[in-house]
C-alpha cells in the first residue's frame, strides 16, 4: 500500500511539473521534444543538487552543466534550473546530435556533459516517458558520463589494469561473476545467506582467475561506481529520500533485472556488481565511494571481510554460458580473420591515429588479449577522430590498440590495417578510402621510423 500511495503520489507532483506527462503524448515533433526537454530539466534540478550532497565523491555535480540539442535547436541545464540557448554557439564546438553520443567539453569556462537528443526523439523512449516514474534515458547517460568526466578526475588508477578478454574466452570466470551477482540480488531481496554464498564465487575467482581480477580493477570501480551514481539520481530526480522504505523498494526494481541477464564479458558485469555492492554497503552505513576513489573495489570492499558459504553452481546457468562463449569465440575468430590477415600483411599499412585525434562519444563491442600479440585487438568500434586537415570514421571496425613510443611521442594509438591497394596515395597527396567498417579523409601519413609497416597518422 505505501508502494502505491508513493507511486500515486509521483504521479500527481509530475503531472502538476508542467503537463510533462500529458505534453509527451503529443503527436507534434517540437512539443514532444519541449516536454522531453522540461522531463530532463526537472530531473536535473530535482537530483544534481541532492547528489551533490549525498557524498563528498558526487560533489562535482553541485557545479556540472548539461548541455543537450536535436542539431536544430540547443538546452542548457544545471543544478539551478534551464534554459535553451544559442544553438550557434553550440554548433561551433562540433559535437554529435546523434541520439545517445556524448561528450566532454566547457561551457562559457565551467565543466560540462553534451548528449545528443538526435533529429527525432526514439518512440520507444517517448512511450517509456508515459510512467510518470520514468525518468528521461539522456538524463541518465549524462549522470554516468558527468561521474567519469569529472568525479573520476582525481581517482587513483591501478597500472596493469585494462579492459580486454582472454582469447579464446573460457565461461568459468563469468559463471563465477555471475553467480555472484545472482547472490547479491537475493542479499539484497533478504537472502540471509545471499552475502556468504557470493563471497564464496568471489573468493573462487580471485584465487583461480587472479590474472583477470587485475585486469578489471579499475573497470569495476569506474563502471562499477558510476551506475550506482546514476541509480542514485534516477531516485533523486522523483524526489525520494535515501534510506526510506519508498526508496528501497524502487532500489530493488531498479537492480532486478541484473540477475536477468547473463554476462558474457567482465566489463559488463562490472555495471551489476558495482550496483548491487554499493547499494548493499549503503545499507550497512558504509561510506565506500572515497575508498573506490582512492583504489578499492565496490565488490571487493563488500565481501573481503564476508566468511564464504559453499554453494553449487547453477549447472543450467553453467552450460548457457558456455554454449554462449563458444559462439562468441566463433564470432571474434569471424572478426579477427580478414583483420589479422591486413595487420600481418607485409605490403599492407599500419596506421597509428593517436587516441587524442578521438572526438566525441564512442561505442565499442569487446577488447582481446591474443597470446601472439603485444596490441589488444578492439572489436565493433564506433568511433570519429578529426584531424587538422581530414577525418577518420570508423563503423563498427575491428582494429589494434597500443600505448607505445612512435610517430615522436608516447601515446595510445589506434591501429588500422589497409592492405597494399587500399594505401594508394591520391594525385593531391592524400589518402581516400571506404569500405564498410571505415571511411577516411586524410593528409598521406608519415612513415614510422621505429616500424616499416607503420604509418603516423598527421593529427
Known amino acids: 500500500m505505501m508502494i502505491a500511495r508513493m507511486f500515486g503520489v509521483l504521479l500527481l507532483v509530475?503531472?502538476?511539473?508542467?503537463?510533462?506527462?500529458?505534453?509527451?503524448?503529443?503527436?507534434?515533433?517540437?512539443?514532444?521534444?519541449?516536454?522531453?526537454?522540461?522531463r530532463m530539466t526537472e530531473a536535473t534540478l530535482a537530483a544534481w543538487p541532492a547528489l551533490a550532497e549525498f557524498n563528498e565523491v558526487t560533489r562535482v555535480f553541485a557545479d556540472v552543466q548539461l548541455l543537450t540539442s536535436n542539431g536544430q535547436r540547443a538546452w542548457l541545464m544545471n543544478a539551478h534550473g534551464g534554459r535553451e540557448i544559442d544553438m550557434a554557439a553550440v554548433s561551433a564546438m562540433g559535437p554529435s546530435y546523434e541520439y545517445k553520443s556524448f561528450d566532454k567539453l566547457r561551457w562559457q569556462g565551467r565543466p560540462a556533459v553534451f548528449v545528443g537528443m538526435g533529429e527525432v526523439l526514439p518512440k520507444d523512449e517517448m512511450q517509456r516517458l508515459k510512467d510518470p516514474l520514468a525518468v528521461p534515458e539522456l538524463f541518465s547517460l549524462a549522470t554516468h558520463e558527468a561521474f567519469h568526466f569529472y568525479a573520476e578526475a582525481d581517482w587513483t588508477h591501478h597500472p596493469g589494469a585494462e579492459r580486454s578478454i582472454r582469447y579464446p574466452a573460457i565461461a568459468e570466470p563469468r559463471l563465477y561473476r555471475n553467480q555472484m551477482i545472482r547472490h547479491l540480488l537475493a542479499a539484497v531481496q533478504g537472502d540471509a545467506d545471499g552475502m556468504e554464498r557470493a563471497s564464496y564465487w568471489y573468493h573462487r575467482w580471485l584465487s583461480e582467475h587472479a590474472d583477470e581480477s587485475t585486469r578489471t580493477r579499475n573497470t569495476d570501480r569506474s563502471e562499477g561506481g558510476a551506475r550506482y551514481v546514476e541509480l542514485i539520481a534516477q531516485l533523486l530526480a522523483l524526489g525520494l529520500k535515501p534510506g526510506t522504505v519508498e526508496w528501497q523498494a524502487l532500489m530493488l526494481e531498479k537492480l532486478r533485472p541484473s540477475s536477468q541477464t547473463e554476462y558474457l564479458a567482465?566489463?559488463?558485469?562490472?555495471?551489476?556488481?558495482?550496483?548491487?555492492?554499493?547499494?548493499?554497503?549503503?545499507?550497512?552505513g558504509v561510506n565506500w565511494l572515497p575508498r573506490v576513489a582512492r583504489g578499492e573495489i565496490p565488490v571487493s570492499?563488500?565481501?573481503?571481510?564476508?566468511?564464504?558459504?559453499?554453494?553449487?553452481?547453477?549447472?543450467s546457468l553453467e552450460r548457457r554460458l558456455q554454449a554462449a562463449i563458444a559462439e562468441a569465440n566463433r564470432q571474434a575468430a569471424q572478426a579477427f580473420e580478414p583483420f589479422l590477415h591486413r595487420f600481418n600483411d607485409p605490403t599492407g599499412k599500419r596506421l597509428l591515429v593517436p587516441q587524442g585525434a578521438m572526438q566525441g562519444s564512442f561505442g565499442l563491442g569487446n577488447t582481446y588479449r591474443i597470446a601472439a600479440l603485444p596490441e589488444k585487438i578492439e572489436t565493433g568500434v564506433v568511433a570519429r577522430f578529426a584531424l587538422s586537415d581530414g577525418r577518420i570514421d570508423l563503423r563498427a571496425a575491428t582494429v589494434a590498440s597500443r600505448v607505445k613510443e612512435d610517430c615522436g611521442r608516447e601515446d595510445l594509438y589506434w591501429i588500422l590495417a589497409l592492405t597494399e591497394a587500399e594505401s594508394k596515395e591520391t594525385a593531391e597527396g592524400r589518402l581516400r578510402f571506404e569500405r564498410d567498417d571505415l571511411q577516411l579523409d586524410i593528409p598521406y601519413p608519415l612513415k614510422s621510423s621505429q616500424d616499416p609497416r607503420s604509418w603516423c597518422v598527421q593529427a
Do not use: K, W
Not at 18 to 27: E, I, L, Y
Not at 266 to 284: F, K, N, P, T, V
Not at 301 to 315: K, Y
Open 14 to 38: 509530475v503531472l502538476a511539473a508542467g503537463g510533462t506527462a500529458v505534453s509527451a503524448a503529443v503527436p507534434n515533433a517540437q512539443a514532444g521534444t519541449d516536454a522531453y526537454v522540461r
Open 266 to 284: 567482465a566489463d559488463h558485469e562490472s555495471y551489476a556488481l558495482g550496483a548491487l555492492a554499493g547499494h548493499l554497503l549503503d545499507r550497512r
Open 301 to 315: 570492499i563488500l565481501l573481503d571481510s564476508i566468511s564464504p558459504l559453499e554453494n553449487p553452481p547453477d549447472e
